[in-house]
């Protein structure tokens, strides 16, 4: 349905998932992890579905999530593993995964596209791992992720200095694997997506869990340490100071507070 906050769509096995959140630049709410979480976990479920493409509706992919309402109640680590199910479920689904990006792609909405298999990007698309101009640091697996794609120094770069770069800066870096024209992405995903589909699927999903499994630590143990420094970013002064900040269009002072009454 058009005024979901997730659209699905099937066609030659290949499901597809487009956020649709388009005023808000497609900025993930508790409703839209509830949605990702289920369409995941139908995705690697169901026998039918050979692939998946991920993408965001009104020429935007993701930009992280919402903090439009400042922050929610209940325990930062309760909020934290909601983001966790979802971060584990599109990492490890046994079918390929593919992000189609334009626009923005911020925070974890960035680590959404890092999390899929493949990257595929116009040039008008924008990154950035926003997190320390939240008052926040890494999440939805960023801090597993970027050292592995990019090598730590590169990893630092993106994570503390929080800058944006386009997207042929991306591709330099590994982070977006094809550059593809506007009018052409549509066609160019689909075509990709029926090629994975197409594949055997049991040899693609051991071929993915080899290759993950090849990595020097485990993602959960990466979103556990995650969530455990969110939990503290939360209690100190800055994350409330940089959603407000937000909200009010000016920039956030920090100071490192700790601000647990």
């Known amino acids: 349905m058009a005024d979901d906050v997730l659209i699905t769509s099937r066609d030659s096995g290949v499901l597809t998932l487009t956020l649709n959140r388009p005023k808000r630049k497609n900025a993930i709410d508790g409703e839209l992890w509830d949605a990702l979480r289920a369409q995941l976990t139908v995705a690697r479920d169901d026998a039918d579905v050979r692939a998946i493409v991920l993408t965001g509706a009104g020429g935007d992919f ?37 992000a189609k990006v334009d626009g923005v792609a911020v925070g974890a909405g960035w680590n959404l596209a890092l999390g899929c298999d493949l990257v595929v990007a116009t040039p008008a698309a924008r990154f ?16 597993w ?57 049991v040899a693609v999903a051991q071929s993915k869990a080899l290759l993950h499994e090849g990595a020097d630590s485990t993602m959960r143990d990466a979103l556990a340490s995650e969530a455990r420094t969110q939990a503290i970013n939360f209690a100190t002064a800055d994350a409330p100071a940089a959603f407000a900040a937000f909200n009010e269009k000016r920039d956030a002072v920090f100071t490192g507070e700790w601000a647990v009454k």
Do not use: Y
């Open 145 to 201: 992720l970027l050292p592995k794609l990019v090598g730590m120094q590169q990893a630092k770069r993106l994570a503390l200095l929080a800058e944006m770069i386009d997207a042929a800066e991306a591709h330099r870096l590994g982070l977006v694997t094809w550059l593809v024209e506007p009018e052409e992405i549509d066609g160019f995903v689909a075509d990709l997506g029926k090629r994975l589909a197409s594949a055997a699927p």
């Open 62 to 98: 993701c930009a992280g999530a919402d903090l439009s309402g400042g922050v929610s109640t209940g325990h930062p680590l309760d909020r934290m593993r909601r983001v966790n199910e979802v971060a584990l479920l599109l990492h490890e689904l046994p079918v390929p995964s593919v």
């Open 128 to 143: 950035s791992q926003i997190f320390a101009k939240r008052g926040l640091s890494l999440d939805f697996g960023g801090s």
